[in-house]
């Protein structure tokens, strides 16, 4: 009896213990098996940056258009699912339509406080300003026009319509034709705002366009005409003219003693989505600023001497 309690005492024990290990054996398989899938989860969620994917449509200055272009080139080359469309239309164009939400950003050479003005101004507050490079804006006459220099009296003279005739400011006998930009553009605001100091009404027998690209195709093939350009539009094929004697180049636009220039301004409504975000940032490095900028013939934003606020004040 004392035996066959004692085996059966020695069975149960068995038992129990083959249980508790079958147990513990159980719980320590589920932790690892959890501990997998939680490693297996965070690995997957820092498996780098999702890829930039959307469509972007900047509309506006034609001024800031050519290095816009350029840079959406080079920025899609690197983010395949991105779309970057760039059109011109005029900085108001182009503030008017990301104000409405017709495009993504609006190319601009004016504030946006410029443009939304009294019952407006609450639209300019909507946009957020990224500032991407500098503009300066330059007289240019046809070749054969025999003038290189003008005053600010003189060029408020020309586009008011009040001298008609090159000998009347030291050049040839010889009728002066305007070639100006629509009202809507921030290259025309830029130009009276800096280098008139006053706005003007359009002349009857002026032309008037749209694009920059034009006007300068205009000027350099009609006798006797004159306009205004972005550096970036400058070349052999029209003639710049000083203006107070100060040459239109970088270094005087630098310094600050030519005055004929603006920021150029990628407005977004709202702070922007990652494609936009990625997009301006790129806009503003070093690859954009030392190349893509110098090259065109803007000036970087951080090689300013001066500054200038919405109400054109300069300060150092």
Known sequence: MKKMLLVVVALMLTIGLAACGSKDNGTNNKGT??????????????????ELSGSILAVGSTALQPLVDQASKKFMEEHKNVNILVQGGGSGTGLTQVSDGQAQIGNSDIFAEEKFVDADAPKAKELVDHQVA??????????DVAVDNLTKDQLVQIFTGKVTNWKEV??????????????????????????????TEDLQGSIQEDSSGTVKKLVSETPGAIGYLAFSYLDDSVKTVKYEGVEAKEETVIDGSYPVWAYQHMYTKGEPDAAMKAFL????????????????????????????????????
């Open 33 to 50: 098996n959890e501990g997998a899938q939680t490693n297996n989860s965070q690995g997957s969620g820092n498996t780098g940056g999702e």
């Open 134 to 143: 500098v503009v300066a804006m330059a007289t240019v006459v046809n070749k």
């Open 281 to 316: 940032e790129f806009m503003v490095s070093d690859t954009v600023q030392n190349g893509d900028v110098v090259e065109l013939g803007y000036i970087p934003v951080n090689k300013m001497q001066v500054k200038r606020d919405v109400d054109g004040n300069v300060t150092k």
């Open 170 to 199: 030291g050049g040839q006998d010889e009728k002066i034709t305007i070639v100006n930009r629509p009202a809507s553009s921030g290259t025309r605001k830029t130009f009276e705002k800096y280098a008139l100091g006053t706005k």
